[in-house]
């Protein structure tokens, strides 16, 4: 039998992630390896990217108009010294970029205001274009994180800012709301078995860890019902929600090991691309080659 | 008799569209080093309305552009036919004197079909399967 033709690429968080905030030479490669058919997400990476990125540069927004904060290199100061986690960081490496090119100086008090106002039109952008840079496929989890609104008047920005952090950050009503349970137990019950049985048979080591991290939690799931679903639960599985949600006609586009264990025996296509290191590296040593020949 | 000095303020679309002959003329050079004449008359233009509009919907579009183009100096690589695009699309926005939030989106989504990146910042993400770290 042969398999269905593949219509389009659906990203996996990781690789929607570099495309937005990866640098140049990792966006070209992406750009280059998918550019022949259409890119779609769905919902739940959209709520994965907000999660991990959006949701933080909020919250330097409002580090950075706080009373006692008064310069930018001074909300820099703060964030880098109290905050260490990896997507914590990219905070300091992406958001100074953007003040440098206006010119801003970091040690100026009188240029807070411009920061704060750049900072927060740079906000709304990047929330339109994660809603409109990609075609949506339907979400089985009906994630209503994914639903909240990031609605922001352009003269007065923080209360819009504020709503949208609540909103999301209220995980109780947002899990009443959506439909995980449903897609884990009853929808895709017997994939997520098969998972089960295919993590049952594999060594732990560096490349399986993730998936039998995945695994464990969605075992837990199965023998504690919808108790067990809650929105730090579905962090833990979301590699497994997306690759179950993701259509079959879409190759997954991924950098993250766990899937090359998810899609196989749940009939998902998909593509494990290097990593940035990896491709900066490969770049580098061809150069290095050239330079030796010649 | 007291001599009053009144300064008229310019408004954002006045601003706006001061910068419309430097698309203009980038939309005639663009990838030549003369380029680089207009490109910084313009970058120049789009920082004094945000010094002096920091909350408007004209600031938020051209802010779109002036990242894609100034950081690292990418106002080098865009095409005439897509700063021809611009010239149009800024042309359309300042004829209509006061912009909405559903202008500034569209106007946005307009310059990345152009193909303007409109969010250029980025940094080498780590190798961040945070979600294969231990969490059971």
Redesign the interface.
Request: proline letters at 5%; glycine letters at 2%.
């Given at each position: 039998m042969s398999e269905a033709p593949i219509r389009g690429y659906f990203l996996d968080t990781s690789v929607m992630r570099s495309l937005l905030l990866s640098t140049q030479v990792y966006q070209q490669y992406l750009d280059i390896q998918l550019n022949k058919k259409e890119l779609y997400i769905s919902n739940y990476v959209q709520m994965e990217i907000k999660r991990s990125y959006l949701v933080n540069i909020i919250s330097f927004y409002f580090v950075l108009k706080m009373g006692g904060i008064n310069t930018i290199g001074d909300a820099f100061a703060l964030w880098s010294n109290k905050f260490k986690g990896s997507e914590l960081k990219a905070i300091l490496q992406v958001i100074p970029q953007l003040f440098n090119d206006r010119q801003l100086n970091f040690s100026n008090p009188k240029d807070k205001e411009k920061a704060i106002s750049l900072l927060a039109i740079y906000i709304k952008r990047f929330n339109l274009v994660i809603k409109t840079k990609f075609k949506n496929t339907n979400d089985l989890t009906s994630c209503a994180r994914a639903l909240v609104q990031l609605d922001v008047d352009y003269d007065n920005p923080e209360p819009g800012f504020k709503k949208f952090l609540l909103e999301f950050r209220d995980t109780k009503t947002c899990r009443s709301q959506c439909q995980i349970d449903q897609f884990i137990l009853v929808h895709y019950r017997d994939e997520v078995e098969q998972l089960l049985n295919v993590a049952s048979q594999l060594p732990r080591n560096t490349n399986t860890r993730g998936f039998l991290n995945i695994a464990s939690n969605l075992k837990e799931i199965l023998a504690m019902d919808e108790k067990a679903c809650d929105c730090k639960r579905c962090e833990k599985i979301g590699d497994a929600v997306i690759a179950l949600n993701a259509p079959r006609n879409l190759r997954l586009e991924h950098t993250d090991s766990s899937f090359d264990y998810l899609c196989p025996s749940i009939n998902q296509p998909h593509f494990k691309h290097p990593s940035e290191n990896q491709v900066v590296m490969n770049i580098s040593n061809v150069n290095l080659e050239n330079n030796f020949d010649e | 008799m007291s001599i009053e000095q009144t300064t008229l303020k310019a408004s954002a679309a006045e601003i706006t569209k001061a910068m419309l002959p430097d698309l203009e003329q980038l939309s005639k050079c663009a990838e030549e080093p003369v380029a680089a004449v207009f490109a910084d008359s313009l970058l120049r233009k789009m920082?004094s309305l945000?010094?002096v509009y920091?909350?408007?919907?004209y600031?938020?579009v051209v802010?779109?552009l002036?990242?894609a183009l100034?950081?690292?100096n990418r106002w080098i690589n865009y095409t005439s036919k897509q700063y021809e695009g611009a010239y149009k699309l800024f042309l359309g926005l300042v004829n209509q004197n006061t912009i909405n939030?559903s202008d500034?989106?569209n106007a946005?989504?307009s310059l990345?079909n152009l193909g303007f990146n409109?969010?250029?910042?980025?940094?080498?993400?780590?190798?961040?399967?945070?979600?294969?770290?231990?969490?059971?």
């Open positions: - | 920082r945000h010094d920091m909350y408007n919907p600031t938020e802010m779109a002036h990242d100034a950081h690292q939030n500034v989106e946005i989504i990345e409109t969010l250029p910042f980025g940094t080498i993400l780590e190798d961040d399967n945070y979600e294969d770290s231990e969490q059971v």
